[in-house]
């Protein structure tokens, strides 16, 4: 499955969270991450986040689509990770 990760993580714990997102995703710009991903690496990558998240004052949202196949990335100004995963 292709999944956008979105995080926002107090900068105490950004760094950690940022290794982490990158061990299993492609980094797109700042806390967004993307990439084609299984379920069970997915679930593996959510339990390591949460080892290094304060779940009271940091957040995760993940989107889950099972293909591309209808959907199109618009970029408005710069692009920071030129890595195109929808085509």
């Known amino acids: 499955m292709f999944v956008i990760l979105v995080y926002d993580v107090n900068e ?3 760094a950690k969270a940022l290794k982490k ?3 299993y995703l492609t980094w797109v ?3 967004v991450f993307e990439g084609n991903i299984s379920e069970a ?3 593996r990558l959510i339990l390591e986040l949460e080892k290094v ?3 009271s004052e940091d957040s995760v949202i993940i989107y ?3 293909n591309t196949w209808y959907s199109e990335r618009q970029i408005i100004g710069i692009e920071k990770n ?3 995963f929808m085509t």
Request: hydrophobic share 30%; proline share 5%; aromatic share 4%.
């Open 12 to 14: 105490k714990r950004v």
């Open 21 to 23: 997102c990158r061990q």
């Open 29 to 31: 710009q700042n806390s």
């Open 41 to 43: 690496t997915l679930r």
């Open 53 to 55: 998240l304060d779940l």
């Open 64 to 66: 889950k689509f099972q």
């Open 82 to 84: 030129p890595v195109d």
